[in-house]
Nanobody
């Protein structure tokens, strides 16, 4: 299993970013995909989830939109109206974890919201 998150960066408050999660090593279309984030000094928390048929759920608020492209084995997280408190490292994760990968996380992508 390999998860490669990208698309992060430095953005001003109110700005937008689209994160990507390129997955390989498992049958992507058969797994729900979650986005998580971890801010400095805080525990990792779920941000959004998309199931195998495209049903999405937000755990933060409606500023975040999760999507997936099974043909590309890629998930996305569109983040609008970003706030300084959204600053964190963002990770994707298939659920349930593919066999033998419970503790595996990709490198994440840093999102910094600052003026």
């Amino acid at each position: 299993v390999q998860l490669v998150e990208s698309g992060g960066g430095l953005v001003q408050p109110g700005g937008s970013l689209r994160l990507s999660c390129a997955a390989s090593g498992f049958t992507f279309k058969s797994y729900d995909i979650y986005w998580y984030r971890q801010a400095p000094g805080k525990e990792r928390e779920p941000v959004a989830r998309i199931n195998t048929v495209g049903g999405a759920a937000n755990y933060i608020d409606s500023r975040f939109t999760i999507s997936r492209d099974n043909a590309k084995s890629t998930a996305y997280l569109l983040m609008n109206t970003l706030k300084p408190e959204d600053t964190a490292v963002y990770y994707c994760k298939p659920r349930p974890s593919p066999p033998g990968t419970t503790d595996y996380w990709g490198q994440g992508t840093q999102v910094t919201v600052s003026s």
